[in-house]
């Protein structure tokens, strides 16, 4: 029954990140054409920022699989080896997830740059 739990919680993670990403690109097209910088910096989120952010969560949980990884190596009595299992699923789901991503940035990048001026 964990495993059935923590599956349906990375489902609605996943949702939740999923329905983040469409609302902000409604965001972005309905935002004014020339707003003033303090309305830039304080209402909407860089690129870049979220870029980092997906970069670090990956790191975060790669991070977590391994640390309950060394802790069953090690005979911790509080870690199970269904837990552990989990965790690196999670991690290894996260880090495909953020390679497809870099994929389709790069092939995006690679579109643009061979359009013509």
Known sequence: MVDRADINNVLMQMRAIQSQAQGGAG?????PVAPNQAELKTDRTGFGDLLKHAVDSV??????????????EKGDPTVDLPQVMIAAQKA???FQAMTQVR???VSAYEDI???PI
Do not use: H
């Not at 965001?27 to 935002?31: F, L, V």
């Not at 790191?59 to 069953?72: D, F, P, R, S, W």
């Open 27 to 31: 965001i972005t097209a309905a935002a």
């Open 59 to 72: 790191n975060e949980v790669q991070g977590t699989a391994k640390n309950l990884a060394t802790a069953y």
């Open 92 to 94: 290894s789901v996260s």
């Open 103 to 105: 994929n389709r940035l």
């Open 113 to 115: 740059m061979k359009m």
